[in-house]
């Protein structure tokens, strides 16, 4: 009705007034039905986040719905007492104990060339670092623990790959968890990561040399031949459409091997996952 409106239109605007005067937390924005509302908050290393908040028609009676963009998920105490106040705090000190984890991958992020995701969220902890033409490695960070040894996976032509899982393993004893990811991952693997200061990006991005597209939908090429001399890379989807038309391929369990389009050797396999088993 338009008392509640004008009510919450009020409580809204008396928490604001309060709130900027502390200078605590600012409203972005609130929808024309005061229903929503998009509270901006800065951490400790200075990144904005944004909670945005949805006030259900028994506000404060019932909880708010409360959406961010974090790794984890967003636990907000409510109580019909709460303000939007404590509800920011709530929000703050989630963001406290993030704050490693989003070290750890700015880090990453601004030194090294990242193929997936295109556009990385503050939500996601999956980073595909590259290493060298057609090698790269995807790390898995985990937002609780951020500087343990995160989940690995080398991705490439095999004999670039071996190699470097050689010394993952050999390694693996020496990751030192007081120093950052990126560090540790240079340690263990023995290399320097192409960075945006020593590389072009291009140089990382090949076509698939089947459609001569990178990106096919989300998907980047992540199938190399694993000839030496070719290394050609092609989209897990486009190599299957093509290996399944070549009567001298066949499949293992979940491994097709075949051609490749490009040198002709059997140098090919392809590692289905899920969605195409
Ligand atoms: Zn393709
Ligand atoms: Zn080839």
């Known amino acids: 009705s338009q008392l509640c409106v004008t009510l919450l239109c009020e409580w809204v605007l008396i928490d604001c007034v309060c709130i900027v005067c502390a ?14 509302l998009r509270l901006k908050a800065e951490d400790s290393s200075g990144r904005q986040h944004v909670l945005t908040v949805k006030l259900k028609s028994k506000h404060p009676a019932e909880a708010p719905e409360c959406s961010a963009d974090l790794p984890i998920p967003l636990v907000i105490t409510w109580t019909p007492q709460s303000t939007l106040d404590q509800l920011h705090s709530q929000f703050l000190l989630l963001l406290e104990s993030l704050t490693e984890f989003w070290d750890v991958l700015d880090e990453i992020d601004s030194k090294t060339w990242i193929l997936e995701p295109e556009k990385p969220s503050r939500s996601d902890t999956t980073r595909r670092i590259a290493i060298g033409n057609n090698v790269s490695i995807k790390v898995q960070v985990d937002p609780r623990h951020p500087k343990m040894l995160p989940e690995c996976c080398l991705l490439g032509a095999e004999h670039v790959v071996t190699p470097l899982r050689n010394k993952l393993n050999a390694n693996m004893q020496l990751w030192n968890p007081d120093s950052s990811v990126l560090h540790n991952l240079r340690d263990v693997l023995e290399i ?31 199938q190399v031949c694993n000839d030496p001399r070719c290394g050609q890379p092609f989209h897990q989807a486009c190599l299957y459409e093509w290996l399944r038309a070549l009567p001298s391929s066949r499949q293992s369990f979940s491994i097709v091997f075949g051609e490749c389009p490009y040198c002709s050797k059997v140098r090919v396999h392809l590692a289905l996952t899920d969605r195409r088993q």
């Not at 960075?195 to 980047?220: D, M, N, Q, W």
């Open 23 to 36: 200078s605590i937390f600012r409203l972005l924005s609130i929808d024309t039905e005061f229903q929503t």
């Open 192 to 222: 320097e990561f192409p960075s945006p200061a020593t590389h072009e990006k291009s140089s990382f991005s090949v076509e698939c040399g089947i459609c001569y597209s990178y990106r096919l939908e989300a998907a980047i090429p992540d």
